[in-house]
């Protein structure tokens, strides 16, 4: 928190506004950083009437008057342990995330207030929060409140009491937005992928209509079998794996050979699903060339108890399912492509999520701080560091495996803004051909954070072979997967260690003089 009180006499402006906020003798700030993007958290500023539910010392909120852009609200509120009405007329600015209001029937002792909310992007995972009041006092304080009787003790009364309540507003907000993420759990749903494939679209659409290549091509599909058909379609089951489990569904298949679109729906759906339906659609951009397509839409069910155990609601099951549909959309994509153009059947992806009860930043900073690995993971031998300009980094890292020491060479790019890191090895481990990743940090419930590892590689199938003593190219997949879900692992779980430290070190350094104010 920042105070300041003004000095001198009021400069004259152009503006009634500008006159107004410079005769306001009294400034304070406070702040807090919210793990959470600004646009949720300038949705909890905005909406007045959710005050009472959010905010400990909010009692109250009437709404007098609405436009969409500004309001007049009555609020009733204790301030300094005392019970206040006041009546506050607030302009929304969506523009800056923010929201100025003015008090048009002030708080006892207050002769004339205004407050203004800013939310800032610290990263595209986290806000700061702004509250900043500025007021002037009574001429005449005596009588309006128990105690108070000279124009120092209103000064302390007001600036503790606004000290107290900004600091207990700030940390309501903080919680309210970092408990759950953002509703999506609509019932209706769609999601569509694309790919431009350097391969004749007559190609790429006979991958897509011929379900017996699936199972070679696509990771997570573990069987697809036709199981009737007509002069213009087909009924196939598929098995698939999801989340470690195996499910299975059946999809009808139109196919409008004319024109590379197949049409499709899932008579037997998959897990918490009602209804799905989708199109799948080849485009000739050239000869050589095409885009792949492929739209799904589908419903709910209205009640997903029973399903699977920790599923309860629906918002729940439509994040898992959410999940699965694009994490495998994306592998389909990369995997057909891969096929289509170089005939690579070998290539295998791996997206491995983790959550922390750390912020992002926090987390990010260890995954970026490659020159800390030697220290950080224990997996980790040594590291040759070639460049790191802090966005660009170059080494040779050597880690210990089960088969023993393996030296690989990487290049990343680190974007602290979208605490992202990409990276692809030119020289990869030796059961790779190609190895390309990256790593996602993202706010999650709690204030902590989600970690997203993503993996594509091309398996050397001879090295495999060798390593494994099979030449399954299914199980050689699902072995290197799991290598790669396990350096993952292992990586997220160290940087959880590390600042579990940290935070430990910090709580016991700060405890002797907690004064229990955080905002």
Known sequence: MTRRRAAGPAVRHTTVEEQELCAMRYHLSHSVVCAAPPGRVYDVIRRSADWPRIFAPCQAVTVLEQEPDRELVEIRALVGGAPMTWRSRRRFLPEVCGVRAEVVEPMKLVAAMTTEWRVVAVNAQQSLLLLEHAYDLCEDVAGQVEGVTTWEQAERFIESAIDANSATELGNIKAAVERSAPPAAERDCHARHSAVVDAPADAVYGLIRDTAHWPRIFDACLGAAAIGSDATGELVRIEAAQEGRTVAWETRRRYHDAIRRIDYHLPVPMPFVASMRGEWRVVPLGPERCLLTVDRHWRMLDDVRGVRDGVTTVAEAAAVVRGFVETNAAA?????????????????????????????????????????????????????????????????????????????????????????IVYFQPEPPPLLLRHEGSWQVRAAAGGGSEVVSRHTAVLDAVACEKAFGTAELRECKRRVRDLLDGNSRRTVEACARALGSRSRAADGAAAPTSDGHGA
């Open 332 to 420: 389909e994509m990369t995997a057909l492509r891969a096929y289509a153009e170089d005939g690579i059947d070998t290539l295998t992806e791996i997206t491995t999520r983790m959550s922390l009860p750390h912020p992002p930043d926090a987390v990010y900073a260890l995954l970026a701080d490659v020159a800390g690995w030697p220290k950080l993971l224990p997996h980790c031998e040594g590291l040759e560091l070639r460049h790191d300009d802090g966005r660009h980094q170059e080494f040779v890292l050597e880690v210990q495996t089960a088969a023993g020491a393996e030296t690989f060479r990487s290049v990343r790019h680190c974007d602290a803004e979208r605490l992202s």
